[in-house]
């Protein structure tokens, strides 16, 4: 189900009505949101349900059994096997055939001509999102950090919970699951505060991303036809549109939650007004970076040891961050750029500069701007068919072959679009803006800001034939 | 505190869709009083009331005949009522909507391809959101509820609330609206009689070789349509538009044929497979002329 559709505007209030009228029973509240997130799962391919439900069953499992085992064998061996059954999962339904294509292509390039099928592999939505948060679960109950829940209601409500279900954030199971095991009390300016977050990301979806796509995808599918200012500015589009997708899909998750009295982390703070790449990643889908940080990054040794071993590390984390996203080269070549242009930061002792300082300066613009070129170059491989793709279109893009920017301009519906587009940006902008200078961690809408954004949305967001959000994909 | 939170969410959204119902009344209020889709056009900017000819059809109606040639040809007074990307059911509705403003008219031409005429189909158009500012007037309404599916839900209750409509349809819509503001003259892509035209694209020259394909008038909505002219005392002439591959043999029926589906043979009069270009338009709409005075087909209404 999405959620700027028709279908999640009558499954919502419904939800909503019945689960505070269970308010006074805890467990039926949590069996209820479990039922919820199921229907809402099983709208899009009920099947993939028993995947989830598996997932859940193992993880809840292992962490009863690492509770009762004190032996560090036996204690390793549970954990291994709930990395091997969640990354198992998630290797055969995303990268199975990816592996298959790249020994196959491999073979042939050293002259050895293989045949081998690959198999016709549906992906589930949000597999990537709902394995790494059922991981971290067993991790720290394996590290001790977490003690393990014997409800398996609240644990399956844990990995199953609805709004960030299929797309996140990907929630620590210490922040999430005791929220399940205490009893909600409902209150009203947080739960408005969730229909201000889920106006903010629905004009973020409806207006920036789908308007942006209208651009994105004529400039991608044929960008052997475009100027190189327009192949650049097709870069920027999408760089506004999948910022748009996806922190707009996050804002509408916290904001749903918040209707149910849950609280979810923070996804995205602004990560265009990053100062450098550094910045970029504490600000840009933090749950995911966190969990890097947390559960590869640290455990390889993080930045202790010999100045090779954190380089090491930062490209392991980046690789696997870029190949986490899809199985496709491409992604993998964005995650080495990355950390390429993350690594002199490292050398140079540069990565933390900003850690402490959110609010900007004026002076400190052209450092924005300039990390948002190159954070926007790196984003072509991300949107890319393929890398021969991504290297034509940068190559085309800094030949510096024309200035011209008929696309925007050749059709009334290209003006319009533009218009649109030029107009919602502006407004994002300012209202970030405003709240990194207040130093809030997202957009606060007033009562009036509200009514004026989803006037906005009314007006000018795509309703007839909108994107899917991107992120499903991964 | 939930009752709190009804409050304010209730105020909010009356609030928010008190706003956009003005908004989107505005929008429609607007575009009824423009010319810039045909269903206004036809209200506001073509002050007769009494014509010869009316052409109804889809892109390849409005591409095809120019009525401006055809009238200068013969001495009659016609108009282009043809909307691109619709079908015929959205043809019937063009006819009605042309008898309710007190309309007149002798023959009605109802152009199409030749597969048009055997499609067996009804479908909603994609454009037919253009009748949307005429929501409330009985035979729009009763048009949108014959079919179902969200978008015909959405234009048949935007009688009742605008906004679902203007929103749904916001760049169709509200935009043009904002441009009729300005120039309430602006028309969307035809000329004074209706007419639009594709350039030419100077595709090489290649004679068509055509197979011929057997028209039936399978299509519901022929019958429909010329039970509307009976009524009204309208006679029907169908028009098979140039098509470059088929040569399309009519069954014989009881109205008037004008049979184009060979009549250009060369591709490159062609725009694209189904539409010509503006030679193209020019050599149709100059045998149309003739073909009426050899049929003895009397255009005049006076």
């Known amino acids: 189900m999405l959620f700027n559709s028709i279908d999640f505007a009558v499954f919502l209030p419904l939800v909503f009505l019945v689960y505070w009228c269970l308010q006074r029973h805890l467990k039926s509240q949590n069996t209820f949101l479990v039922l919820a997130s199921y229907i809402f799962y099983g709208w899009w391919d009920w099947r993939f349900l ?136 409902f209150d009203s300016t947080y739960a408005m505060s969730g229909i201000y977050l889920i106006i903010w990301g629905l004009f973020k979806k409806m207006v920036i991303a789908d308007n942006c796509a209208f651009f994105v995808n004529q400039i991608f599918e044929n960008s052997a036809h475009f100027s190189s200012l327009e192949l650049f500015l097709g870069a920027v589009l999408f760089g506004l549109q999948i910022y748009g997708d996806f922190s707009g899909y996050s804002d509408i998750a916290i904001g749903v939650a918040r209707l149910f009295g849950f609280s979810l982390m923070v996804n995205f703070s602004f990560p265009y007004f990053s100062r450098n790449i550094a910045e970029f990643w504490r600000r840009w889908h933090i749950s995911l970076s966190t969990w890097f940080r947390d559960y590869i990054y640290i455990p390889l040794g993080g930045s202790r040891g010999k100045r090779a071993y954190q380089i090491r590390n930062v490209l392991i984390v980046f690789l696997v961050s870029g190949f986490w996203h899809g199985a496709n080269w491409t992604f993998i070549a964005w995650g080495a750029i990355h950390a390429l242009l993350f690594l002199p930061l490292l050398i140079f002792k540069r990565n933390r500069t900003y850690v402490e300082t959110f609010k900007i300066n004026m002076s400190q613009v052209p450092r924005i701007l300039l990390t948002f070129v190159v954070v926007t170059i790196a984003w072509v491989f991300f949107r890319a068919d393929s890398i021969q793709h991504a290297s034509n279109f940068i190559l085309d893009m800094l030949s510096f072959n024309g200035i011209t920017i ?23 902008f300012w209202l970030e803006w405003s709240s990194v200078q207040k130093e809030n961690k997202e957009v606060i809408l007033s009562p009036y800001k509200a009514i004026f954004i989803a006037i906005l949305i009314t007006f000018m967001g795509v309703f007839k034939n909108p994107s899917d959000f991107i992120y499903f994909q991964f | ?295 003895g087909i009397d255009l005049k209404n006076r």
């Not at chain 2, 098979?240 to 040569?247: A, G, L, R, V, Y």
């Open chain 1, 50 to 185: 028993s995947l989830i439900l598996f997932s859940t069953v193992v993880d809840y499992t292992i962490g009863l059994r690492l509770k009762s085992q004190d032996g560090l064998k036996q204690r390793k061996a549970l954990l291994w096997t709930s990395i091997i059954v969640n990354i198992g999962l998630l290797m055969f339904f995303k990268y199975f055939n990816f592996f298959v294509d790249s020994f196959v292509t491999a073979f042939t390039f050293f002259g050895v001509d293989i045949q081998a099928r690959t198999l016709d592999i549906i992906l589930p939505v949000g597999i990537s999102f709902y394995t790494f948060q059922t991981l971290s679960y067993t991790i720290d109950v394996y590290k001790g950090k977490l003690k393990p829940t014997t409800d398996f209601i609240q644990f399956a409500a844990f990995v199953s919970f609805f709004p960030q279900l299929v797309a996140g954030p990907i929630e620590r199971a210490k922040h999430l699951l005791p929220q399940f095991e205490i009893k909600r009390q």
């Open chain 1, 406 to 428: 008929d696309v925007f301009y050749k059709t009334a519906k290209s003006q319009l679009f533009a218009l649109m587009i030029l107009t919602s940006v502006l407004v994002m």
């Open chain 2, 1 to 295: 505190m939930m009752k709190v939170f009804l409050k304010k969410l209730s105020v909010l959204g009356l609030l928010f869709l008190g706003l956009t119902c003005i908004l989107s009344f505005a929008s429609l209020h607007v575009l009824r009083g423009s010319g810039f889709y045909k269903s206004s056009f036809l209200v506001n900017q073509v002050p007769e009331d009494r014509f010869d000819y009316i052409v109804i059809g889809a892109s390849d109606a409005l591409t095809t005949l120019n009525t401006k040639t055809i009238d200068s040809m013969l001495s009659v007074e016609g108009v282009n009522l043809a909307m691109d990307d619709t079908s015929f059911p959205s043809h019937y509705l063009m006819l009605q909507h042309f008898l309710s403003e007190g309309k007149q008219t002798k023959y009605c031409v109802l152009a199409a391809s030749y597969s048009a005429f055997d499609f067996e189909g009804a479908p909603l158009s994609n454009n037919d959101y253009r009748f949307l500012m005429y929501g409330n007037r009985a035979y729009v309404s009763d048009y949108y509820k014959q079919f179902s599916g969200k978008t015909a839900n959405i234009l048949y209750y935007s009688k009742w609330l605008p906004v679902l409509g203007v929103s749904y349809y916001n760049t169709e819509i509200f935009y043009p609206s904002l441009i009729s503001i300005v120039n309430s003259n602006k028309r969307n892509r035809f000329d004074d009689k209706g007419n639009y035209t594709y350039p030419v694209i100077n595709k090489p020259s290649r004679m068509i070789d055509f197979k011929t394909a057997e028209v039936a008038f399978k299509n519901a909505y022929v019958q429909k349509i010329k039970a509307l002219c009976d009524k009204n005392n309208i006679k029907l002439l169908c028009y098979i538009t140039p098509s470059d591959s088929k040569n399309a043999i009519p069954k014989s029926v009881d109205f008037d044929i004008i049979n184009h589906s060979n009549a250009v043979n060369d591709h490159k009069y062609f725009y694209d497979e189904t539409h010509v270009n503006s030679i193209g338009r020019e050599i149709c709409s100059i045998a149309f002329a003739k073909n009426i005075v050899q049929q």
